[in-house]
């Protein structure tokens, strides 16, 4: 708890200095661009203006503007020291929550430690965008809910709770999509999966089995063209992402996506090299200021990250179902992010909701099988 409480106190001193002395990096665009969106829905409700009338066509993220300005509203202020406190204490719930699963399947102590200060204090770009009005802080709280609820889910045997955590879960997801749009195309892919996995465990279908499905949806994809939707819809979304200013950080360039065309085995390199852009880039050989060297040690952490949960994914241990829900929200929703991103700035933001249940998989308790 002191760890957690540290944090708490080390992002105010951060929106101080973001608010009193000078934007810190991340700051400059969409925290002051939701506050201040926040600040023109509050004067919408102290017209008392009918709904109708308020411009949403504009507001990106009216739903959390909206929520803002129904908050300066409420207690009759609209500072930006109100929305920024508030995500500094919906980021000190979400570590709650995060320190609450891990007691909850009952983690060795040195690893709970270990991975609460990684959470807390080891990803300097997480601390900037879950102290300032960003809404990657409250998706964070609400995706380590959404994984307790399933754990609870899991470990209990009174019908009532079940039904308790299973609307809890519909209700995040709500919020969820109400934050982002990248959320819907994570609970769209997530529920059938589950459905699949459930099946494969509950008739133990065999690899063999698995192997021949999976070419019959390999098969699905080119001979009915959900492959060529996938990748224009990647490639589409990407292209919206390059302004007439030149973007330093972008590691791809508009003519190198323009000319890419399209086949079923290309799809597949694109999404991987997407993938493995998002992780890894700024690559040392790219790096040219103090921002990028520090996206470079992140981006290193989340890599070590990764080998262990890929060296843990071999082994047979107690709660393997579990591991393997976790791996797939943490797989699937970077690979979400990581086909609508061409810069490593946005690609830092991006990495923030889900980093809770990525540490969870890398020192998920693997006690072996009884």
């Not at 999509?177 to 459905?195: D, S, T």
């Not at 040392?284 to 990764?306: H, M, P, Q, S, V």
Request: proline share 2%; glycine share 4%; charged share 15%.
């Amino acid at each position: 708890m002191i760890i957690i409480f540290s944090g708490f106190l080390l992002r105010i001193a951060l929106i101080i200095y973001n608010i009193d002395i000078n934007l810190l990096p991340g700051a400059e665009y969409d925290a002051g661009w939701f506050h201040l969106e926040g600040v023109r829905y509050r004067n919408y409700l102290d017209r008392e203006e009918l709904l109708g009338d308020y411009n949403w066509e504009y507001a990106v993220g009216w739903v959390y503007g909206a929520f803002l300005g129904s908050l300066y509203y409420f207690i009759g202020i609209d500072s930006w020291y109100v929305s920024s406190l508030l995500s500094c204490f919906v980021w000190f719930l979400s570590a709650l929550v995060f320190r609450k699963i891990m007691l909850k399947i009952k983690y060795e102590k040195k690893y709970i430690n270990l991975a609460i200060i990684i959470y807390t204090f080891l990803l300097p770009t997480s601390i900037v965008y879950t102290a300032i009005t960003l809404r990657e802080g409250y998706m964070l709280l609400f995706f380590n809910l959404f994984v307790l609820s399933i754990i609870n889910i899991y470990y209990e045997n009174d019908l009532r709770r079940i039904i308790f955590n299973t609307i809890v879960i519909i209700s995040i997801t709500c919020l969820l999509l109400a934050l982002h749009k990248g959320n819907a195309y994570f609970i769209v892919i997530f529920v059938p999966l589950m459905i699949i996995y459930y099946f494969i465990n509950k008739f133990a279908i065999s690899k063999k089995t698995l192997i021949v499905l999976l070419i019959f949806m390999l098969f699905c994809l080119s001979f009915f063209d959900y492959g060529e939707v996938i990748f224009d819809s990647i490639k589409n979304y990407q292209l919206g992402h390059f302004s007439s200013t030149p973007d330093r950080a972008v590691y791809y360039t508009r003519d190198r996506i323009e000319n890419i065309d399209y086949s079923l085995i290309t799809l597949f390199i694109y999404v991987l090299n997407n993938f493995f852009s998002y992780f890894v880039e700024p690559t040392i050989y790219r790096i040219d200021n103090l921002k990028d060297a520090i996206l470079f040690g992140e981006n290193t952490i989340r890599l070590i990250l990764f080998f262990l949960i890929i060296k843990k994914s071999l082994l047979k241990f107690d709660n393997k179902i579990l591991f393997i829900v976790f791996l797939t929200i943490a797989i699937l929703m970077e690979g979400i992010y990581a086909q609508g991103t061409v810069n490593w700035g946005t690609a830092s933001r991006h990495h923030v909701p889900i980093m809770g249940i990525f540490i969870l998989v890398a020192f998920f308790p693997s006690r072996k099988l009884r």
